[in-house]
């Protein structure tokens, strides 16, 4: 008997109070009210805990190991009095046989979330992947594009998928889907890598293993054609410049915000995002400057525009809502929409034009007309110019030429041109 109480010792079963607790009934217990620790007999160590807010819960103290430990068993009257009871007892024999019940917890706990980690979706490791990118993506465009194309194009196909169980054959239904690898080349070799890159994610954080079904060399290359052989080069419908005038005479004759923000893009030769975001704070009208931020610019750089007289007075034109930030807010009070200005477009029976496409404008006129330098021009428009030793020269923001540029842009809009064309598809500008 002695050695087997020394036994019991060694394996850490020994009770908090070595006095026996008045074993108490089911009504008893009920009874309890008072806040604070309840032995409840029946079962060494058993207690019944109440918080300040009468709520109640099951512990078991003991020593598991030499160490003190309490040892939750539930909620009560979730768990009744027989219950605590029962699962005491059985804590209590498992300590006994050398097992500890909190780690055997912890391990079954850890078990369980590494096995939901592992059955990780498709859609909830892209989502993850993105918010992982969130601090090197500093244009929240880029992630909403990112989003967008992966939840329109394969979320319906792999979306709830788990990561692991997606195959080549996947991929290829949906990069083949509508035609979409040879109609929409562009968009659909930017899903390949967006899925790509998710599924690269997942292999590194564990949740599936094995080739990359969505990888190009070496294995897509051999089942789709080269994206470079199926590329559709799009157009943006230009007006040609000689039309200009006519075109901004009529424009200044409709009301509205959305006519507005499209006069002043032309006026600017700058991306309808560009200009639909643009906030006060970027303005200095005294200076006649528009200063665009590097997260609202396309390459990623600030772009500064000096504007030119007719710029100037359509920003002064404008009303000031007081807490909104926004040069052209949207009736409600967000973003213009870029569907808006096209709008603008069709009210005016010009739904062959696009936005963009007076950049192309801009382009043709400036270089078919002008004698300002082509890296000049190029600045003007926030193109990156590929030629190193040109990008060098035109580091410096040539802003005094670009001023004079734009200045005689503005004016040349508001000259009444003879010999007006009709309007062509130029390639437009990036």
């Known amino acids: ?104 917890r912890k391990a079954a706990r850890s078990a369980l979330m590494a096995q939901h980690e592992a059955r990780s979706t498709f859609d909830e490791c892209a989502r993850r992947f993105i918010e992982s990118k969130a601090a090197e993506w500093k244009n929240p465009k880029h992630r909403a594009q990112w989003a967008a194309t992966l939840e329109t194009y394969a979320s319906p196909t792999i979306g709830k998928l788990n990561v692991q169980d997606v195959t080549l054959a996947h991929v290829v239904k949906i990069l083949e889907a509508d035609n979409l690898w040879t109609t929409k080349t562009e968009t659909a070799s930017r899903l390949r890598g967006r899925i790509e890159a998710v599924l690269d994610w997942a292999t590194v954080r564990g949740y599936r293993a094995g080739d990359n079904p969505a990888r190009w060399k070496g294995h897509l290359d051999k089942l789709l054609p080269a994206p470079s052989k199926t590329k559709v080069i799009e157009h943006h419908a230009a007006l040609p410049y000689a039309q200009i005038n006519d075109f901004i005479t009529e424009l200044r004759q409709r009301a509205g915000m959305a006519a507005r923000a499209l006069e002043f893009a032309i006026l600017t030769a700058a991306r309808s995002g560009e200009v639909r975001g643009a906030c006060w704070d970027e303005i200095d009208l005294d200076a006649a400057l528009w ?51 096209g709008a ?87």
């Not at 504007?307 to 007081?322: G, H, T």
């Not at 734009?406 to 064309?421: H, I, N, T, V």
């Open 1 to 104: 008997m002695r050695s087997h109480s020394l036994w019991r010792v060694f394996c850490g079963v020994a009770e908090i109070m070595p006095k026996r607790a008045q074993e108490l009934t089911a009504l008893e217990v009920g009874r309890i009210k008072k806040p604070g620790m309840h032995a409840v007999g029946g079962v060494p160590g058993l207690h019944l805990q109440v918080t300040d807010t009468g709520a109640g819960s099951w512990l078991l103290r003991v020593l598991v190991g030499g160490k003190r430990r309490e040892i939750g068993l539930g909620g009560y009257p979730a768990v009744t009095l027989a219950q605590a009871r029962e699962k005491a007892r059985a804590t209590r024999e498992d300590i006994v046989k050398g097992i500890d019940p909190v780690a055997q």
């Open 344 to 430: 603008v477009l069709k009210r005016m029976g010009r739904a062959d034009l696009t936005a963009h496409g007076f950049r192309s404008t801009f382009r043709d006129w400036a270089g078919e007309t002008t004698a300002y330098p082509r890296e000049v021009i190029e600045h003007a428009l926030a193109h990156q110019l590929k030629d190193k030793a040109e990008a060098a020269y035109a580091r410096g923001s040539l802003l005094l030429k670009r001023r004079r540029l734009m200045a005689d842009w503005a004016a040349f809009c508001e000259a009444k041109q003879a010999g007006a064309g009709e309007v062509v598809a130029i390639r437009g500008a990036a």
């Open 291 to 341: 200063t665009i931020p590097a997260e609202r610019m396309k390459a990623g750089k600030e772009h500064v525009i000096p504007l030119a007289p007719q710029a100037v007075a359509v920003l002064k034109s404008l009303p000031r809502i007081e807490g909104n930030p926004l040069v052209f807010p949207a009736p409600r009070g967000g973003v213009l929409s870029d569907m808006t200005l």
